[in-house]
Structure formats: C-alpha cells, structure tokens
C-alpha cells in the first residue's frame, strides 16, 4: 500500500509542475506578444512624427530638395502619399485609399492598412496625385522639395 500511495504523490507533483510550466509558457507568451505590439506601435508614432517634422522642416525652404528615410515595421510593404484635392486618382486602383482620401480623414497609407489614421496638412504630389513607394528591409525613401507653403511628396529616384 505504501508503494501505491507514493506512486499516486508522484502523478499528482508530475501534474501540478505540467499545469505550472504551462501557466508559465502561456504567460511568457501573452508578455512577449505584448511587447512586440507595443513596439510596433512605437515604431508608428516615431514614423508619423519623423514624416511631420520632415515635412514642416522643408516646406518653408523654398526649392531645396531633402531625401528623407523614414523606419517602418516590416509588416508594412508599401507608403502611399495623397494629395486630398486630387483623390479622385485613387477610384479605380485603390478604392479604399479612395474613400478614406474622400472623408479627410488621412492622406498618408500604409500597405498593409495601419490602425492610426495619418494627415499632413500642406503636401502636394506630382500627377496622378498620389505617390506610393516601396517599403524595403522595414524603410521608406522619400523625396521631399519645399514649395515656401507646403511640401512636394515624390519617389527619391533610384539609381542603378
């Protein structure tokens, strides 16, 4: 009987330290997840507040030209820049860029669509009236030019 009883003491340590290493692992994942949420969030601030600044900066400087590289989460594939008075541009190709142009409510998108909404007042892009650039290894390149009351959003040109 006795080698019963230490044999049941045995199953129940075995199953309380299973049911602790799960609580554990479902924990340290919840946290882990957590942070990368947040830090993606970071990384959209940083990016929202780098793309305003830089466009601020430069639209009083008349004619001068500034490459700027804006850092992204590596989720987002593509940065789309509209200019709201020329949204009708979007209808056909990006219909939800379209609507959302249409409403005021942002003109700065990210592939795929971010959670903010993103507006920067005083842009102007170049025909069609859009300008959308890839985002490679998690960065965006932009090519912005100072028009003395709001900024000129184009692609950085590529050189190969």
Do not use: H
């Amino acid at each position: 009987m006795n080698k019963r009883a230490q044999m049941i003491g045995q199953i129940f340590v075995f199953v309380v330290a299973a049911i602790i290493f799960i609580l554990i692992l479902t924990y340290g994942y919840k946290a882990i997840s957590n942070f990368l949420a947040r830090s993606e969030q970071v990384a959209l601030i940083d990016f929202k507040s780098d793309l305003e600044s830089a466009v601020e900066v430069i639209k009083r400087d008349y004619d001068s030209v500034r490459k700027v590289e804006l850092r992204l989460p590596k989720r987002f594939n593509e940065l789309c820049v509209v200019d709201v008075d020329k949204c009708g541009a979007l209808k056909a190709s990006r219909p939800l860029m379209y609507s959302l142009c249409l409403a005021g409510s942002e003109n700065v998108f990210l592939v795929p669509k971010q959670e903010t909404p993103i507006f920067l007042p005083d842009i102007s892009v170049p025909d069609p009236g859009f300008v959308c650039v890839p985002v490679a290894g998690g960065k965006a390149v932009l090519r912005l030019e100072g028009l003395g009351k709001s900024t000129l959003v184009s692609e950085w040109p590529v050189k190969e």
